[in-house]
């Protein structure tokens, strides 16, 4: 079965600009995660979707981050604007549902922020 | 508060020895426990989970809830193995989050 989708796989912003993200779950993953995961650390989830809804977004800068998963599919992260600091891996994971713990990864967002 | 830490970040071993990646954990309830792992140029991926109680490839990891610990070990290392390796911990707080919150990771490599 196909993984899950993740574009673009590298992206050069100024700061104080925008970026978005887009992530594409394995078919039928309810669940939908992205974290973010600065260089020497490990991922740390932003935001959780079940279908449409958040589940989770207690770690989300929401002053520049947002995400959606308007039809309960595909999802999109964005950042504005960016600061330096926000210069991570961005990953987006999907899973059956919150029974089936086992998360499924995409190859991830390389963001760097001048 | 939440908390996973693997104190190595390197961890270099000629390849037949044995392995042990140290993960231990704050949590006052009852996790579940994770091995992932990221090979060079691959995603990250389940390993091992400790509710399986199983052996995947030839590594094997056991809760130990009195030293809050749940190290990875191999009895004798193999090149492939070279890889990073995350511990997570799902707190299981109820509701329907399935979150992971991950250590920082600890490079395993094996030397020929």
């Known amino acids: 079965e196909a993984g899950v989708a993740q574009s673009p796989r590298y992206k050069i912003i100024e700061k104080r600009q925008s970026v978005a993200f887009w992530c594409n779950p394995i078919s039928g993953h309810a669940t939908l995660y992205w974290y973010q995961q600065i260089l020497g650390q490990g991922p740390k989830l932003l935001i959780q979707?079940?279908?449409?809804?958040?589940?989770?977004d207690s770690q989300l800068p929401k002053d520049r981050f947002s995400a959606e998963r308007l039809k309960g599919v595909d999802s999109t992260l964005k950042i504005q604007p960016a600061k330096l600091e926000d210069s991570a891996v961005y990953l987006c994971?999907?899973?059956?549902?919150?029974?089936?713990?086992?998360?499924?990864f995409g190859p991830g967002t390389r963001l760097t922020v001048l | 508060a939440q908390r996973v830490t693997q104190p190595e970040k390197l961890l270099s071993v000629f390849k037949g020895a044995p392995v042990e990646l140290k993960c231990n954990y704050s949590y006052s309830g009852s996790p579940e426990l994770f091995w992932y792992v990221q090979y060079s140029r691959q995603r990250l991926q389940l390993l091992l989970r400790h509710i399986s109680r199983e052996s995947i490839k030839g590594f094997t990891a056991d809760l130990n809830k009195g030293e809050t610990s749940f190290h990875l070990k191999k009895p004798f290392a193999q090149e492939e193995d070279s890889a990073m390796y995350y511990c997570?911990?799902?707190?299981?707080?109820?509701?329907?989050?399935?979150?992971?919150?991950f250590g920082t990771g600890t490079l395993l490599a094996v030397q020929p």
């Open positions: 979707f079940q279908n449409n809804g958040v589940v989770d």
């Open positions: 994971a999907s899973s059956l549902g919150d029974a089936y713990n086992e998360q499924f």
């Open positions: 997570a911990l799902n707190p299981r707080m109820g509701g329907a989050t399935n979150k992971l919150i």
